[in-house]
């Protein structure tokens, strides 16, 4: 797995929690509209019962868009429906003094911290211009809810208490938001410094190639897929030639800007399936996959060849390098890491032996060279 695919796999699990917690809401509101459902219907009040079914469908449906990943789409549509259950219930019943008053702190939590701050200031808004209407309707007999509340001093008792809630619950909620943005800007910084230790433990520094320890894992990787597809694995090993006077005489820093520049360079004249591996030092190992014969991979061999020894700039010296290559075969000449490079190895110091710059396959007669 990729470290972008870990990243998301995070940020998945947390608005997966989010998305959980919102499902248990709307499971707690379904719970209630049918508890109240059924207290309507023996209560002969049929009209009620029909809008609060009407509301557990809606809230159905929300669970549908939520197990699909739609969750801002529904948090708004649980939002809309509770509160409207919240207004008719204190339209019908006992206006200001409903039990209904007491769903809206939940409500306002709902909306601050599963959908966001706008949301917050909509709800409240909407709940504190329904009360102005609802107190005004009462007043003036418009409408014939069990609630008999006179006078403008009652609605400014309950605007004032559900203004002092209201701005109470917005501070809880940013605390609480601020808090979870924290733990989530944590735990991403966690992954993100776990994911960093694993790239660094399996990827070279200063070409940000593979490394040797990651080198064994590519091998089988690669090799699986040529056993599966008939083909043949050319395993290239790789050295520098003269990169140690290149070292000594022109220091260690145009030494390792020689070493990244051919790592791009090589890695240029290959396909995206191929792998270039730093081993140590000046010493690299491609791994080609997917070849029917040894004559196809010649003119990816001299391509390599060919782009080395272009000349390149260091910081005001221009050099010429070269590289010596020996390569070897899977499964024709084994199939475990260890023997590859050996072969290898003893190929490309063959290469160097018949004058460096060139490639070199191994044989089985090949002699080994101290």
Known sequence: MTDKNKLLRLQGDIEEIRNRRIQQFVLVCILLLVTLSIVAVLSAQISIMVYMMICVVLLCGTLLLLRRGQTTLASHIILAVTLFCIFQSMWDGSGLRSAAVIAYPAVLLLAMVMVGTRSFYVVSASMLLYIVILSVATMNGWRTGTEATRGYLTMIDHLAVLAASTFLIRVLA??????????????????????????????????????????????????????????????????????????????????????????????????????LIRIAGDEFLILIGGLHEDANVEPVLDKIVNAVSTPVGLEGVSITPSISMGVTFAPEHGTDFASLLHHADVAMYQAKAAGRGRYEFYRPTTPVLD
């Open 174 to 275: 940013s605390d609480l938001l601020l808090l979870l943005a924290r733990l989530r800007q944590e735990l991403v910084e966690v992954e993100q410094s776990k994911l960093a230790a694993e790239h660094l433990a399996y990827h070279d520094n200063l070409t940000g190639l593979p490394n040797r320890r990651m080198a064994e894992q590519l091998f089988d990787d690669v090799l699986a897929q040529c056993m599966s597809d008939d083909s043949r694995l050319a395993f290239v090993f790789l050295d520098i030639d003269n990169f140690k006077q290149i070292n000594d005489s022109l220091g260690h820093a145009r030494g390792d800007a020689l070493l990244q520049h051919l790592a791009k360079t090589i890695s240029e004249q290959l396909r995206r399936s191929d792998k």
